[in-house]
């Protein structure tokens, strides 16, 4: 199973977005006449049909075409005896989408020798400037309707009836749509009112997932998991619109975009939160069908073949005791209840309180940039001017060697150098490397090329080490560095929830080496020889993969064996939703807060991820660091696996039945403890006999 997780989601992830390019993505041209002909006739002929460009006659109807998301720009042509042309996006459709339609219409004005004016039909408001909220909002629904389900379906099974789940889904709908709202309006500040829009999209939502997830389940029993995945989240993300555009995504996503619930939600939300709802039905009309027919083939399958569960407990009430989670002690009805509320709670709040705190509103701040002159003094005097126009935005530093300050950009010490120019009527100069970070790089040069503008000195931008054809995101080190340490945390939840029986550390430490090895070598495979996204450093890359993995590893079998399988909660937190945030594998470090700029010398991921792009750009500068740091995690990791191996074995000596020779060896016909957690991982229901308290006596280790 971690196996398929883990291939399903990152093989999707990279083969989509390591090097998208938009196709066909439609555009208005204002205008008419000879020369609005030759503009749409110029935009339908570049190389790899980019653009649909269509003639409208007003720049009216050319917003209204906007507005209705029906094309992703428009280029107004000037009228007769004027020489400035407008661009029309709108950055509340896609940020991303909005920079692609730029990108591709500015030359045009250029080769007309026009002016540009940029102008933002539907701009996202202050408290989203990355326009990340509608992302977490949709995800936060999706995982409120698809995560209870395997929680319920070892605990709980006798609601998995629709007598008794469908009420239980609706309130569970209107609470976590409550829930979201809350975390990204009031408490992040990412979401200005629209409670009502909030709970409707919501509850249509979690509705939609999770009576699907609900048919998967019937169906299929806990195989669910995967089904659910697979559709939702592997699925669903590039289909969504939501971070790239859905025209640089391929023809099977686009036509997913009309049909998911993630993209639904998500566009449904668009609508109401920044397009006064324009569309808006047109999206909900895809959750309502995955309701009603989920609910009618559910109904079906009742009524054909009862309500038993596939590989589930086959009990009728509460009374049978049953673990709260997968691999744990048999747990009171009062503990299951808890779990099958806190578990999916616990990560809905993870994912969407902290990814939108740390990146709803990105600012720069501290951005090392050096101002280079062939005189100290000038470049002294060009620091002290710009600071207190940029001082909070940047760390200003002077230099006077170009060389000395391209090989700190190189060894990644500094983002960018400004040269000044050397003659009167010369141009300045500002190198940066796209492949250090595709959003500093973008930022820097947004406040350079304003700072050059307003000393009327042409700017010369260079890019020392660009990004490959095969990785123009700059996001394939992130999503690498985040498959190893999925791979790593993914595998002891599964051996604590399919194999509680593996009580010491001797018992899997030599399969999770395995394991390692082995998932380093098909992810190695699967990025650069399958789809071609990550390029040669094989060694490299897979010694590093399968050490960071053993570690991570390491780490989280510390919690999942004295916590059970809710460790993975704050495991997840840690490792995952802030280690992306520290990477700078997708936002900057210096765009996010401070915090993060921390955690990015302690964190696995960062060290990941900064693994990757040092091998592939950076001849490998820097990776003794990162050895560091995942070596003191897991020789962390080691040190407290012993240390629960102790505890675990001094709590055998001590339970009701123990061996008075015992030792913790775990040999065959060990301790009661052992055996009572060997039991509790059956497929069937635990046995009756003995109280919920006594089972819990007896199990060495406490999950929940």
Same mark, same amino acid.
């Given at each position: 199973?971690?196996?398929?997780?883990?291939?399903?989601?990152?093989?999707?992830?990279?083969?989509?977005?390591?090097?998208?390019?938009?196709?066909?993505?439609?555009?208005?041209? $204002?205008?008419?006449?000879?020369?609005?002909?030759?503009?749409?006739?110029?935009?339908?002929?570049?190389?790899?049909?980019?653009?649909?460009?269509?003639?409208?006659?007003?720049?009216?109807?050319?917003?209204?075409?906007?507005?209705?998301?029906?094309?992703?720009?428009?280029?107004?042509?000037?009228?007769?005896?004027?020489?400035?042309?407008?661009?029309?996006?709108?950055?509340?459709?896609?940020?991303?989408?909005?920079?692609?339609?730029?990108?591709?219409?500015?030359?045009?004005?250029?080769?007309?020798?026009?002016?540009?004016?940029?102008?933002?039909?539907?701009?996202?408001?202050?408290?989203?400037?990355?326009?990340?909220?509608?992302?977490?909002?949709?995800?936060?629904?999706?995982?409120?309707?698809?995560?209870?389900?395997?929680?319920?379906?070892?605990?709980?099974?006798?609601?998995?009836?629709?007598?008794?789940?469908?009420?239980?889904?609706?309130?569970?709908?209107?609470?976590?749509?409550?829930?979201?709202?809350?975390?990204?309006?009031?408490?992040?500040?990412?979401?200005?009112?629209?409670?009502?829009?909030?709970?409707?999209?919501?509850?249509?939502?979690?509705?939609?997932?999770?009576?699907?997830?609900?048919?998967?389940?019937?169906?299929?029993?806990?195989?669910?998991?995967?089904? /659910?995945?697979?559709?939702?989240? $592997?699925?669903?993300?590039?289909?969504?619109?939501?971070?790239?555009?859905?025209?640089?995504?391929?023809?099977?996503?686009?036509?997913?975009?009309?049909?998911?619930?993630?993209?639904?939600?998500?566009?449904?939300?668009?609508?109401?939160?920044?397009?006064? =709802?324009?569309?808006?039905?047109?999206?909900?009309?895809?959750?309502?069908?995955?309701?009603?027919?989920?609910?009618?083939?559910?109904?079906?399958?009742?009524?054909?073949? =009862?309500?038993?569960?596939?590989?589930?407990?086959?009990?009728?009430?509460?009374?049978?005791?049953?673990?709260?989670?997968?691999?744990?002690?048999?747990?009171?009805?009062?503990?299951?209840?808890?779990?099958?509320?806190?578990?999916?709670?616990?990560?809905?709040?993870?994912?969407?309180?902290?990814?939108?705190?740390?990146?709803?509103?990105?600012?720069?701040?501290?951005?090392?940039?050096?101002?280079?002159?062939?005189?100290?003094?000038?470049?002294?005097?060009?620091?002290?001017?710009?600071?207190?126009?940029?001082?909070?935005?940047?760390?200003?530093?002077?230099?006077?060697?170009?060389?000395?300050?391209?090989?700190?950009?190189?060894?990644?010490?500094? $983002?960018?150098?400004?040269?000044?120019?050397?003659t009167a009527d010369g141009r300045a100069v500002?190198?940066?490397?796209?492949?250090?970070?595709?959003?500093?790089?973008?930022?820097?040069?947004?406040?350079?090329?304003?700072?050059?503008?307003?000393?009327?000195?042409?700017?010369?931008?260079?890019?020392?080490?660009?990004?490959?054809?095969?990785?123009?995101?700059?996001?394939?080190?992130?999503?690498?560095?985040?498959?190893? +340490?999925?791979?790593?945390?993914?595998?002891?939840?599964?051996?604590?929830?399919?194999?509680?029986?593996?009580?010491?550390?001797?018992?899997?430490?030599?399969?999770?080496?395995?394991?390692?090895?082995? +998932?380093?070598?098909?992810?190695?495979?699967?990025?650069?020889?399958?789809?071609?996204?990550?390029?040669?450093?094989?060694?490299?890359?897979?010694?590093? /993969?399968?050490?960071?993995?053993?570690?991570?590893?390491?780490?989280?079998?510390?919690?999942?064996?004295?916590? =059970?399988?809710?460790?993975? +909660?704050?495991?997840?937190?840690?490792?995952?939703?802030?280690?992306?945030?520290?990477?700078g594998g997708g936002l900057s470090v210096y765009?996010?807060?401070?915090?993060?700029?921390?955690?990015?010398?302690?964190?696995?991921?960062?060290?990941?991820?900064?693994?990757?792009?040092?091998?592939?750009?950076?001849?490998?500068?820097?990776?003794?660091?990162?050895?560091?740091?995942?070596?003191?995690?897991?020789?962390?990791?080691?040190?407290?696996?012993?240390?629960?191996?102790l505890w675990l074995a001094r709590r055998e000596?001590?339970?009701?039945?123990?061996?008075?020779?015992?030792?913790?060896?775990?040999?065959?016909?060990?301790?009661?403890?052992?055996?009572?957690?060997?039991?509790?991982?059956?497929?069937?229901?635990?046995?009756?006999?003995?109280?919920?308290?006594?089972?819990?006596?007896?199990?060495?280790?406490?999950?929940?």
């Open positions: 199973m971690p196996f398929l997780m883990v291939t399903m989601m990152y093989a999707t992830y990279v083969g989509t977005m390591h090097a998208p390019a938009p196709q066909d993505m439609p555009v208005a041209v $204002v205008g008419s006449g000879q020369t609005a002909e030759e503009v749409v006739s110029a935009l339908d002929s570049l190389p790899g049909g980019p653009l649909e460009p269509r003639l409208v006659a007003t720049v009216d109807e050319a917003l209204d075409l906007l507005e209705d998301r029906e094309v992703s720009g428009a280029f107004e042509i000037p009228a007769s005896g004027r020489d400035e042309a407008v661009i029309h996006t709108a950055s509340a459709g896609g940020a991303s989408q909005a920079s692609t339609v730029q990108q591709y219409l500015a030359p045009v004005a250029a080769e007309n020798q026009w002016r540009i004016t940029a102008e933002d039909a539907a701009p996202l408001p202050d408290g989203d400037m990355s326009g990340t909220a509608v992302l977490f909002a949709g995800m936060g629904m999706m995982l409120a309707g698809y995560v209870p389900l395997s929680v319920l379906t070892m605990s709980l099974p006798f609601l998995l009836t629709l007598r008794r789940f469908v009420p239980l889904l609706i309130g569970w709908a209107a609470v976590t749509s409550t829930l979201i709202w809350t975390v990204l309006g009031p408490v992040v500040g990412a979401v200005d009112g629209h409670y009502l829009q909030f709970l409707g999209v919501g509850m249509l939502t979690v509705g939609a997932v999770g009576m699907t997830q609900m048919l998967f389940t019937k169906l299929v029993g806990p195989l669910a998991v995967l089904f /659910g995945m697979l559709l939702w989240v $592997v699925f669903g993300m590039p289909a969504s619109n939501l971070a790239l555009s859905l025209h640089s995504m391929p023809g099977f996503f686009q036509f997913l975009h009309g049909v998911l619930p993630l993209p639904a939600a998500g566009e449904a939300l668009r609508s109401l939160l920044y397009f006064d =709802g324009r569309g808006a039905g047109g999206h909900l009309l895809p959750l309502v069908f995955w309701i009603v027919v989920a609910f009618a083939l559910a109904l079906l399958k009742e009524r054909r073949s =009862g309500t038993a569960i596939p590989a589930a407990p086959d009990v009728s009430d509460v009374s049978t005791p049953l673990p709260a989670l997968a691999g744990g002690p048999v747990r009171s009805p009062k503990v299951r209840y808890f779990a099958a509320v806190a578990f999916p709670l616990a990560i809905l709040i993870g994912v969407v309180g902290a990814m939108s705190a740390s990146m709803h509103q990105p600012k720069i701040h501290d951005l090392p940039v050096v101002v280079v002159a062939a005189d100290a003094g000038q470049a002294e005097q060009m620091a002290e001017g710009l600071k207190p126009r940029l001082g909070d935005m940047l760390d200003i530093r002077t230099g006077t060697s170009v060389d000395e300050v391209k090989d700190q950009i190189l060894e990644q010490e500094v $983002v960018g150098a400004y040269v000044l120019p050397t500002l190198y940066s490397s796209s492949a250090a970070g595709a959003s500093q790089q973008t930022a820097l040069r947004a406040v350079f090329q304003q700072v050059a503008a307003g000393q009327e000195t042409p700017l010369e931008l260079t890019d020392i080490k660009p990004l490959t054809s095969d990785d123009t995101q700059g996001s394939n080190s992130m999503y690498v560095g985040m498959s190893w +340490i999925m791979a790593g945390f993914l595998i002891m939840a599964v051996l604590r929830g399919g194999a509680p029986e593996l009580t010491r550390l001797r018992h899997f430490v030599v399969k999770l080496a395995g394991w390692a090895v082995g +998932i380093s070598v098909w992810l190695w495979f699967l990025f650069d020889v399958l789809i071609g996204a990550v390029n040669g450093h094989a060694l490299e890359l897979i010694g590093f /993969g399968a050490l960071t993995v053993f570690c991570v590893s390491l780490v989280t079998g510390v919690f999942t064996r004295t916590f =059970g399988l809710a460790a993975i +909660i704050p495991v997840m937190l840690v490792l995952m939703l802030a280690g992306v945030p520290a990477s765009m996010v807060p401070d915090l993060f700029r921390t955690l990015q010398d302690v964190l696995p991921l960062p060290a990941a991820v900064d693994t990757v792009r040092s091998l592939v750009y950076f001849d490998g500068h820097g990776i003794g660091r990162n050895l560091l740091t995942i070596g003191i995690w897991g020789a962390a990791g080691l040190v407290l696996q012993f240390l629960v191996d000596k001590k339970a009701p039945g123990a061996r008075p020779d015992a030792d913790g060896s775990g040999a065959s016909g060990g301790s009661g403890a052992e055996a009572s957690d060997t039991s509790d991982a059956t497929d069937g229901p635990a046995p009756v006999s003995g109280s919920t308290k006594e089972n819990d006596d007896l199990e060495p280790v406490p999950a929940t």
